[in-house]
């Protein structure tokens, strides 16, 4: 099991590491205890937390509602809580529990 996710119950809770203003939205990969994520938004008036919060809403088959910035809303290190994610996206290589 990585470092950079944890299940809480149903609850996919993940620790990551945002680039925003990049070429593509796309999961880079493992940084330890970090997974690197990119996004095109700028971290401009909670742009890059809005447009991270839909690309992770899209990824996992959920609602944006089910996606909550638990901490690091200001900063690039994040921990997010995905609530009873629909799917996970192979490239992540996550096991359900």
Same mark, same amino acid.
């Given at each position: 099991?990585?470092?950079?996710? &944890?299940? &809480?119950? *149903?609850? *996919? %809770?993940?620790?990551?590491?945002? &680039?925003?203003?990049?070429? +593509? =939205? $796309?999961?880079? !990969? =493992? ?7 990119? %996004? @095109? ?11 991270? @919060?839909? /690309? *992770?809403?899209? +990824? /996992? !088959?959920v ?9 690091g $809303?200001? !900063? ?6 995905? &609530? ?9 290589? %996550? +096991?359900?529990?």
């Open positions: 099991m990585a470092n950079w996710y &944890q299940w &809480q119950g *149903l609850d *996919l %809770i993940l620790d990551c590491r945002l &680039q925003p203003k990049a070429s +593509s =939205d $796309e999961f880079v !990969g =493992d940084l330890g205890e970090e997974l690197k994520i990119r %996004i @095109t938004a700028p971290p401009v008036d909670g742009k890059a937390n809005a447009h991270l @919060t839909r /690309f *992770l809403a899209k +990824s /996992f !088959g609602s944006k509602s089910r996606v909550v910035i638990e901490k $809303e200001l !900063g690039r290190s994040k921990r997010i809580r995905i &609530q009873s994610p629909e799917k996970i996206p192979a490239k992540l290589n %996550i +096991s359900k529990p």
